[in-house]
């Protein structure tokens, strides 16, 4: 065998140890199958420290960053963002998926960059099949879930004070009868608590319901999972900060 047949081989061997996490497993295969979607929100003041972005007043509440199938991304590069078949979504985009780290009103490449690499993919369901229903889909559920809302009701504001994972996703749980899936950053030098940045809720692939992230018996995936930001990891049992936006002076 040639090293390329050795690499090959060596990365077959992985795959099969490493089951269904091995993302080259899928790009040998070329295969884009998924299973679920997943709704990912982020909280914009977090998105801002992640990246130590000074952040002009960051919305103060939860914005769409995408619904992701999981598993796979960019299923066809041929299919080109287009602004114009989401012009009728425009206002609600602007407000609730917002690029929050580059905030100037025009600028559509975060929607590009999210339709590219998971709308194509969700594309292969009906419901989601043009720009505009993955779109107008994504802002339907967000404002049906309306996480927000959600939290103030429960009485989870951003707070100086510090919040327990634990408990935080009880109360989730409690009222979307289905357990989602919470990511921080860790704690930075000095600091000892993670912040959260983001809060994953996933949906069935047929009719978009609302179900577990993880099935029965299934491990819950360690680390980044699927084309995450810089920093954020699921949150660890314990304290975290769900810090109030910082306003900038005018
Ligand atoms: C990819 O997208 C293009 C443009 O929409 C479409 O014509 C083509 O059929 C798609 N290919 C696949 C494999 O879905
Ligand atoms: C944004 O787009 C609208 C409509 O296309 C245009 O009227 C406006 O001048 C643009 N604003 C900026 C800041 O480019
Ligand atoms: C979802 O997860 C919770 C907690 O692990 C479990 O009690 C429940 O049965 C799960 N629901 C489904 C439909 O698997």
Same mark, same amino acid.
């Given at each position: 065998m040639g090293p390329v047949a050795v690499r090959g081989a060596l990365l077959g061997c992985l795959c099969l140890a490493l089951g269904y996490l091995c993302a080259a497993d899928k790009l040998l295969s070329g295969i884009h199958e998924w299973k679920k979607l997943i709704l990912v929100q982020h909280w914009p003041e977090t998105v801002c420290e992640e990246v130590q972005n000074d952040c002009r007043d960051p919305p103060n509440y939860w914005t769409i960053h995408g619904l992701w199938p999981d598993k796979t991304e960019e299923c066809n590069r041929s299919w080109h963002f287009n602004l114009e078949e989401i012009k009728d979504l425009l206002p609600e985009m602007k407000t609730y998926w917002p690029d929050v780290l580059h905030p100037?009103?025009?600028?559509s490449q975060f929607w590009k960059h999210e339709w590219e690499k998971h709308g194509t993919c969700a594309a292969q369901v009906e419901a989601l099949d043009s720009q505009k229903k993955y779109f107008g889909k994504s802002l339907a559920l967000y404002q049906k879930l309306d996480l927000s809302s959600v939290l103030l009701k429960l009485g989870i504001t951003p707070s100086i004070n510090y919040y327990q994972v634990g408990d935080f996703k009880d109360a989730l749980t409690r009222v979307y009868g289905v357990v989602p899936k919470l990511q921080c950053l860790p704690p930075r030098e000095g600091e000892a608590v993670q912040t959260l940045g983001q809060i994953e809720l996933c949906l069935t692939k047929e009719d978009q319901q609302l179900r577990n992230c993880t099935d029965p018996g299934e491990r819950p995936a360690p /680390?980044?999972? !699927? /084309? !995450? /930001?810089l920093g954020l990891r699921v949150c660890e049992d314990g304290p975290f900060f769900y810090p109030p936006p910082k306003k900038t002076k005018h």
């Open positions: 100037s009103p025009n600028r /680390g980044q999972g !699927l /084309g !995450l /930001g």
